[in-house]
């Protein structure tokens, strides 16, 4: 893996869009926007730590403010509230996937994770474009990165204490059923994942200081080393569609990120997949 941005305090939640990078830089409330071989560009400053993002159909950004449990909309000169998620989240509000008709399903770590609170599980919401909020999940334990497969009929999740990726069949009206385990990943705590084409995640896995894929068994069956980063994010993305990026950082302790501002964007190149 190549270093493509570097001096960040704690790049999270990449996603490739309009031939771009973004991520959300959590410990310093901003969201950017990375076009390769070019500096990182502040997009949009945002109170609460910034954390999921995702698109309104007509272009719109959308993001999780974090601390403050709001999602909120962007469109290029004016924030506004979309949904208030505080009587929905007892924790931090945490990832977000926004699906093409502008449905955004969105997790929280279910506890006080800062100040040592003890791990409790939560729900998956969504949040229409309307603004109306509804849970859409049972329990999940600290629901983290997410993705959809099988053209959008599948939604997976991370659950990132309970160390799996969990699945969901998925209606054309946005209902989720049909929760079952995707993968067991033994010791391994997943953060944020991404999908390929083939249906497989990859995730990324702080602990393991691995970026890795399972296919759609389950399996196992690429490790990608990121030595002494701790990778917490991953996206696929490049004109196409395989590079992978990461967001990775050196501590991942919100007391040491500030001054260490050793967080960085990660990428590298995957072979094409064998029909």
Known sequence: MKVIAEGLTFPECPRWHDNALWFSDQHAGTVFRLVPGQPAEPV???AGRPSGLGWTPDGDLLVVSMLNRKLLRYDGQTTTTVADLSPYHRGPSNDMLVDDAGRAYIGDIGFDYYDGGSPTPTKLIRVDPTGEVQVVSGD???PNGMALT????RLIVAESLARRL???HRDPDGTLSDQQVFA?????????????????VWFASPNS???VRVDRTGTETHVLGTDSWYPVACA???PDGRTLYVCASTSVAPTDTDTARSGAILAVELEKEKP
């Not at 099988?150 to 009929?153: D, F, L, R």
């Not at 990943?185 to 084409?197: N, Q, S």
Request: glycine share 20%.
């Open 184 to 200: 067991d990943l033994g010791r391994r705590v997943p953060d944020g994942i991404c999908a390929d084409p083939t249906g497989a």
């Open 150 to 153: 099988e053209g959008g009929t």
């Open 44 to 46: 949009l400053d945002v």
């Open 140 to 142: 999940v334990l600290v």
């Open 209 to 211: 200081k691995a970026v």
């Open 166 to 168: 969990t699945s969901f």
């Open 236 to 238: 696929l993305g490049g």
